[in-house]
């Protein structure tokens, strides 16, 4: 189990690798199919260490606050996409992820 925590993320990254070079004709980043694969180590951190887990939690407040703002946003901005509007939000899910699991890691190592 220890193994996969470190593991997820480096499958998430090849994953990320691989759909770059099959989509070789769209902009795509490396990172962007990473917060699954974080949010998965990120719970296995938590079960490990039988940490309380606010995962399910925290990610329902985010789809809520992600349709609250993309619709409040286009009813704002009627020439604005909302598909812009929601890969921004994804890249937000990407940061937020990405430093949630570091945070976790570095908890788990030093308590």
């Known amino acids: 189990m220890f193994v996969l925590i470190f593991l997820l993320p480096f499958i998430g990254l090849l994953c990320g690798i691989l ?24 719970q296995l951190i938590t079960s490990c260490h039988k940490l309380p887990s606010f995962l399910p939690y925290a990610f329902l407040f985010y789809l809520i606050l992600v349709v609250t703002v993309a619709i409040n946003f286009v009813k704002k901005n009627k020439n604005i996409a909302l598909g812009r509007i929601l890969f921004s939000l994804w890249r937000y899910l990407i940061l937020c992820s990405f430093i949630w699991y570091i945070c976790l890691l570095l908890i788990t190592i030093f308590l």
């Open 19 to 42: 759909a770059k070079n099959m989509l070789s004709h769209k902009k795509i980043s490396y990172v962007e199919l990473m917060p699954p694969f974080l949010i998965a180590a990120c």
